[in-house]
C-alpha cells in the first residue's frame, strides 16, 4: 500500500503535480503575495541567555546567537509576520519538500564592529539580490531585499553583544530558505520558511595568511552551462565533497574546480579564483572567470574587481573577467610570467594560493619574500578589511543606525 502511494503511475503523478502547481499560482495571484513587512515584527526575547565564549575558542559556524529571525511564507497568504524568536529547532514533517528535494537556499554575510563600537554589514543588498536570484531559480519565493535587510539589522543589533570587537573578527550571518511544503509530489512549494541565524567567528588567519596548495580536479566539475552553479543553492554543495575529501587525502587543502576539455579555471573550493600574470602581451593582468551560468558571482569577485579598477588600472594593470585554462597558468609558470593567485570569498576575503598540481605537476606560485601571501593579495585584503572595519568611509558598509 504504501509503496503504491509513494510510486503512483508517472501519468498520474505529473497530472497531481500541475493540478498543484495550478493551484499554488491561482492562490498566489489572486492574493498579490504580501511582501515581508518589517513593521509586522514580533520579538520574544531568551529567558536564557548565552555566555559568551572566549575570542580563542570560535570556531567557524559552530555556535550560535540567542535568537533567530523568521518568515513564513505560503503560496495563499504570502509573507505572514515576521518573528524574533530564541534561537530553536525547527519542526518539520519527514515528507516536507525541503528534504527530498532540495528545496533550500542560502547568503553567507558578516557584520562587523568598528572602532567606534558601531555595527557595520558590508553590501547586503548585493547579498540580497543574490538570494533571490538562488530562490527564484528553484521556484520559492522572492522579496523586497530592503525589507528584508531592515529586519536583519534590527536581528543583528539584538545580537550585538555577539559580534567581537576585535579586527579580523565578525559576526556571521546565514539567511536560509527552504521549501516547507509536505508533499513528495514534485512541484512548486506551496509554503517556505525564511530565516537568519548567526554565529560569532574569528580570524581566519589567526597567526597571519598561511598559503594553500591545490589539487586540479579532473574527475568530477562542480558546474556547466545552464546549471545552477551561479546560484546559492544547496544542492551545489555536498556534491563537492567527495571530491574535496579526496585531494585533502593526497594533502592538498583545496581542490581547483575546472571545467571542460579545454581545463579553464572555476573556482577554487568555494571561493572565486583569481590570477595575476604577465600575459602574452606582456602586460600585468588580474584575471578571474567571467559570470557565465557557471560562476558563483560572489560579493568579494565583484568588490576585488572595483578596486583592481580603481586601484590596479592606473598603474598599467590590466583587470579581466574572461575565460583562462589551466595550460595557460602552467605557460605562465614554465616562462617566469606568473605572479600571483589566490581565492576570494566572505569567510577568508582573500586566499593566497602557493601551488596547483594539475595532471601529476606542480605548478609553483610565487609568495612574497618571507610572507605567506603575494603582494596582490595583501593589498585586497587590508583595502576590503579598511572598508569592512569601517576605517575608512565607503559607500559599501552600512553602518546599523542605534
Ligand atoms: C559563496 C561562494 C563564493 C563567494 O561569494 P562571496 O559573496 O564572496 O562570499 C564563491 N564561490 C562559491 C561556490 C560560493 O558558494
Not at 38 to 60: G, H, N, Q, R, Y
Not at 359 to 373: A, D, F, Q, V
Not at 378 to 396: C, D, K, R, T
Request: with cysteine.
Amino acid at each position: 500500500m504504501l509503496a503504491r502511494r509513494l510510486r503512483p503511475s508517472a501519468a498520474r503523478w505529473s497530472q497531481q503535480c500541475s493540478q498543484q502547481w495550478a493551484r499554488a499560482y491561482s492562490a498566489q495571484a489572486a492574493k498579490g503575495s504580501p511582501d515581508i513587512d518589517p513593521s509586522a515584527l514580533t520579538v520574544e526575547k531568551t529567558s536564557s541567555p548565552k555566555a559568551l565564549l572566549d575570542s580563542k575558542d570560535l570556531i567557524f559556524g559552530r555556535n550560535f546567537t540567542d535568537h533567530m529571525l523568521s518568515i513564513e511564507w505560503t503560496a495563499q497568504d504570502g509573507w505572514l509576520p515576521p518573528r524574533i524568536t530564541p534561537y530553536q529547532n525547527l519542526s518539520l514533517d519527514p515528507s516536507a519538500c525541503v528534504f527530498h528535494y532540495a528545496f533550500t537556499c542560502f547568503e553567507g554575510m558578516k557584520a562587523y564592529k568598528d572602532s567606534k563600537d558601531r555595527v557595520r554589514l558590508f553590501r547586503p543588498d548585493r547579498n540580497m539580490h543574490r538570494l533571490n536570484r538562488s530562490s527564484s531559480r528553484i521556484a520559492l519565493p522572492t522579496f523586497s531585499g530592503e525589507k528584508f535587510t531592515e529586519l536583519i539589522q534590527k536581528f543583528v543589533k539584538m545580537e550585538e553583544r555577539f559580534i567581537p570587537k576585535q579586527k579580523g573578527y565578525s559576526l556571521y550571518i546565514r539567511p536560509t530558505i527552504i521549501g516547507t511544503q509536505n508533499t513528495l509530489g514534485i512541484g512548486p512549494p506551496g509554503s517556505a520558511l525564511l530565516y537568519v541565524i548567526a554565529s560569532p567567528v574569528g580570524p581566519y588567519y589567526p597567526t597571519g595568511f598561511k598559503a594553500i596548495s591545490l589539487e586540479a580536479t579532473e574527475s568530477a566539475v562542480r558546474a556547466w552551462p545552464g546549471g545552477v552553479g551561479d546560484r546559492k543553492l544547496g544542492a551545489n554543495y555536498a556534491p563537492c565533497i567527495v571530491p574535496q575529501m579526496d585531494a585533502a587525502k593526497r594533502g592538498y587543502q583545496q581542490n581547483l574546480w575546472l571545467f571542460g576539455e579545454e581545463g579553464y579555471v572555476t573556482e577554487v573550493g568555494t571561493m572565486n579564483m583569481f590570477v595575476a600574470w604577465v600575459n602574452e602581451d606582456g602586460v600585468k593582468e588580474l584575471i578571474t572567470a567571467p559570470l557565465d551560468g557557471t560562476i558563483l558571482e560572489g560579493v568579494t569577485r565583484e568588490s576585488i574587481l572595483e578596486l583592481a579598477r580603481e586601484k590596479l588600472v592606473p598603474e598599467g594593470w590590466k583587470v579581466s573577467e574572461q575565460k583562462f585554462t589551466m595550460a595557460q597558468m602552467k605557460k605562465a609558470a614554465d616562462e617566469g610570467r606568473l605572479l600571483e593567485a589566490f581565492g576570494a570569498g566572505t569567510a577568508a576575503v582573500v586566499s593566497p594560493v602557493k601551488a596547483i598540481t594539475w595532471r601529476g605537476e606542480e605548478i609553483k606560485i610565487p609568495l612574497s619574500p618571507g610572507k605567506e601571501t603575494g603582494p596582490l593579495a595583501e593589498s585586497f585584503w587590508n583595502w576590503m578589511l579598511a572598508i569592512q572595519y569601517g576605517e575608512v568611509e565607503h559607500p559599501w558598509s552600512k553602518v546599523l543606525s542605534e
